[in-house]
């Protein structure tokens, strides 16, 4: 793995990054390159508001990370105050929002219980600042099957795993309508779904869309342009990046 991964460019981003924000640079990376390491490991990592120590159950949490505070592909603003966050997981992209600034709010959304406790540990000290619906969101309200895996990072719904639970689910509109209804706007809205990202994107109501400043989630194809009415679009790292058009 360390070969391929040393010589993709999206990762010399992370490698300068891990030199500048983490205090011991050469094992967090030798621990990405070679997926070495025993877990739990809880690496420290600088942010705008102090160091923090995100618990990491395996090399999977591992590539979050990375993707999360070092490549930062779902980059957030220092003035940003408010985050809608799908697909919580462990709270790893929670707890690089709520390090921005002092002042930003994050509202979560995550069905599985063993990621929520993880999430909730991981996010120690900030729950002023955080909402968390222990819920999926889709195009639909109702109750769903979710299929989940043993890192936490893959389940789904309509994934195919060994084992599904039952989780409640609601609409995106209702999501955004609840959101919206307190605040003026969302800075950043960003979707990790597991191959719903699109179809929940598409689904959205285009009154809520002025209101919504950045999208962002992850997908494999470049060329897609979603909402191309209403925001420019780029394309880095496998991730979109929605910004809408002044």
Not at 33 to 53: F, I, M, Q, W
Not at 81 to 97: H, P, Q
């Amino acid at each position: 793995m360390w070969a391929r991964e040393i010589a993709h460019p999206r990762n010399y981003r992370a490698l300068f990054a891990a030199v500048r924000l983490t205090p011991r640079p050469v094992q967090n990376v030798w621990r990405y390159l070679t997926a070495s390491g025993r877990y739990p490991y809880s690496p420290a990592v600088r942010t705008p508001t102090g160091l923090v120590r995100p618990t990491l159950d395996s090399f999977h949490d591992m590539m979050t990370f990375n993707e999360i505070f070092l490549r930062e592909d779902y980059y957030l603003p220092a003035d940003a105050r408010t985050v809608v966050d799908l697909g919580s997981n462990k709270g790893i992209s929670a707890l690089y929002f709520l390090t921005r600034n002092r002042h930003v709010r994050v509202w979560l959304y995550e069905p599985v219980p063993a990621n929520v406790g993880r999430l909730r540990a991981n996010l120690a000290g900030l729950a002023d600042r955080y909402l968390l619906e222990q819920i999926a969101v889709g195009t639909e309200s109702g109750s769903v099957s979710f299929n989940i895996e043993p890192t936490g990072r893959y389940g789904g719904i309509g994934v195919a795993t060994a084992e599904a639970i039952t989780v409640a689910c609601k609409d995106i509109n209702e999501v955004l309508a609840s959101i919206l209804d307190t605040e003026s706007h969302i800075d950043l809205l960003k979707i990790d779904i597991e191959g719903l990202e699109i179809g929940v994107v598409q689904a959205i109501e285009p009154a809520y869309l002025p209101r919504i400043h950045t999208i962002c989630f992850e997908w494999a194809d470049p060329d897609l342009t979603p909402l191309n009415d209403f925001y420019d679009s780029t394309f880095f790292n496998e991730t979109y990046r929605l910004r809408l058009r002044r």
